[in-house]
Nanobody
Framework: QVQLVESGGGLVQAGGSLRLSCSHSGSIFSINAMGWYRQAPGKQRELVAGITSGGRINYVDSVKGRFTISRDNAKNTVYLQMNSLTPEDTAVYYC?????????WGQGTQVTVSS
């Protein structure tokens, strides 16, 4: 079974940067896609960035040009580089992996952006 562990969250000033990491264990060959979601208080969880097994990448419009998703297969890790952060980016960020028939979630990491 695939397990996900996120890290890299924290407190940052507006305009600053953070890099989130998601390490995955288990069979990498069972993963169809990986991505990052976020959930702010009182809001629905939304997809921030995703990357498929074929290398296709997508972002939510609000982060295009600021966030970059990438992966290091040798380290079994997916990253989310977040630049030009704003208070609206404050949320719990979750790594997710799509397997055939189900989605696996990490525990989440808090990102807080101050004014």
């Amino acid at each position: 079974q695939v397990q996900l562990v996120e890290s890299g969250g924290g407190l940052v000033q507006a305009g600053g940067s953070l890099r989130l990491s998601c390490s995955h264990s288990g069979s990498i060959f069972s993963i169809n896609a990986m991505g990052w979601y976020r959930q702010a208080p009182g809001k629905q969880r939304e997809l921030v960035a995703g990357i498929t097994s074929g290398g296709r990448i997508n972002y939510v419009d609000s982060v295009k040009g600021r966030f970059t998703i990438s992966r290091d297969n040798a380290k079994n890790t997916v990253y989310l580089q977040m630049n030009s952060l704003t208070p609206e980016d404050t949320a719990v960020y979750y790594c997710a992996a799509d397997l055939p028939g189900k989605r696996i979630w990490g525990q989440g990491t808090q990102v807080t952006v101050s004014s």
